[in-house]
Antibody, heavy 124, light 109 residues
Framework: QLQLQESGPGLVKPSETLSLTCVVS??????????WGWIRQPPGRGLEWIGT???????SYNPSLKSRVTISADTSKNEFSLRLTSVTAADTGVYYC????????????????WGQGSLLTVSS | QSVLTQPPSVSGAPGQKVTISCTGS?????????VHWYQQLPGTAPKLLIY???YRPSGVPDRFSASKSGTSASLAITGLQAEDEADYYC?????????FGGGTKVTVL
């Protein structure tokens, strides 16, 4: 059964760079049926899509974060990563990795499997 | 400010029906992109509840139903149960960009 597990530092200082990794088990991230995304949730607030990396290795990003975000994949480790530069307190929240599955006849594929989330706090 | 607009909260007594709206625009829902719904129980990750406007993944009770029309979509919960108390989010697309609603808290009275 496919599982996703986020890992990260937990605490990052303002202006530093955040790096989070999502380890995928139970399937290969190279599977062309899937793409992989990052979504975050500030404390007490709603979900915000950060970006998605596709089988081709290309990625799309939320325009509000695009200048600071990079999503990459390491197929040898079966994991994908998020890098967010120049973090501020506004970047505090729970970060989720998720799979975009294969759904026939659906225009715009949903995130069908999610990791449990990784809490990130930005503080000095 | 979320791209898709949802009411912050709805409530209902056990057994009743509640409906959550999700309003977008001609650049997302109205452009033909499907709407998906997620349920987030307290302290847990979101779970896919409805995909492709109206389809339930395996294991989702049939008291959850959804529809889409024009630039909006809606989720209905009939026969409301205590375990349905959660946050619900709609999601769609604007081209390659994914957009979420702000979320709706469902309270079971």
């Amino acid at each position: 059964q496919l599982q996703l597990q986020e890992s990260g530092p937990g605490l990052v200082k303002p202006s530093e760079t955040l790096s989070l990794t999502c380890v995928v088990s139970g399937d290969s991230i190279s599977n062309s049926d899937y793409s992989w995304g990052w979504i975050r949730q500030p404390p007490g607030r709603g979900l915000e899509w950060i970006g998605t990396i596709y089988h081709s290795g290309t990625a799309s990003y939320n325009p509000s974060l695009k200048s600071r975000v990079t999503i990459s994949a390491d197929t040898s480790k079966n994991e994908f990563s998020l890098r967010l530069t120049s973090v501020t307190a506004a970047d505090t929240g729970v970060y989720y990795c998720a799979r975009r599955g294969r759904f026939l006849l659906v225009v715009g594929v949903p995130f069908d499997l999610w990791g449990q989330g990784s809490l990130l706090t930005v503080s000095s | 400010q979320s791209v898709l607009t949802q009411p912050p909260s709805v409530s209902g007594a056990p057994g009743q029906k509640v409906t959550i709206s999700c309003t977008g625009s001609n650049s997302n829902i109205g452009a033909g992109y499907d709407v998906h719904w997620y349920q987030q129980l307290p302290g847990t990750a979101p779970k896919l509840l409805i995909y492709g406007n109206k389809y339930r993944p395996s294991g989702v009770p049939d008291r959850f139903s959804a529809s889409k029309s024009g630039t909006s979509a809606s989720l209905a919960i009939t026969g409301l149960q205590a375990e349905d108390e959660a946050d619900y989010y709609c999601q769609s697309y604007a081209g390659s960009l994914s957009v979420f609603g702000g979320g709706t808290k469902v309270t079971v009275l």
